[in-house]
């Protein structure tokens, strides 16, 4: 069993900043890519950013030299430094983790933390 547990989330104004972290917990042997989600009403789920294990980045154009990844591969945690946020950020964030257990490997999810963006 596998948990992703997130935290962080909260209402800003145009222009602040929220962290959101993200802890896995359970029978885990590894955990290979993680990343943040994030859907806004009426949308699709998107990418907004990724880390490899070793610590490889990857980021949605919309936040580029706004959000910064992190992780913490001692504490199996992954983090995600939100700034000069804007309205259009608004959105449920997701955590996300491709894991191995000492039986299958797969992609786990958290529950999601809302960020909402506004004046």
């Known amino acids: 069993q596998v948990q992703l547990v997130e935290s962080g989330g909260g209402l800003v104004q145009p222009g602040g900043s929220l962290r959101l972290s993200c802890a896995a917990s359970g029978s885990i042997i590894r955990i290979n890519t993680m990343g943040w989600y994030r859907q806004a009403p009426g949308k699709e789920r998107e990418l907004v950013a990724a880390i490899t294990s070793g610590s490889s980045t990857n980021y949605a154009d919309s936040v580029k030299g706004r959000f910064t990844i992190s992780r913490d591969n001692a504490k199996n945690t992954v983090s995600l430094q939100m700034n000069s946020l804007k309205p259009e950020d608004t959105a449920v964030y997701y955590c996300?983790?491709?894991?191995?257990?000492?039986?299958?490997?797969?992609?786990?999810w958290g529950q999601g933390t809302q960020v909402t963006v506004s004046s």
């Open positions: 996300n983790a491709h894991i191995t257990l000492w039986t299958k490997a797969g992609d786990y």
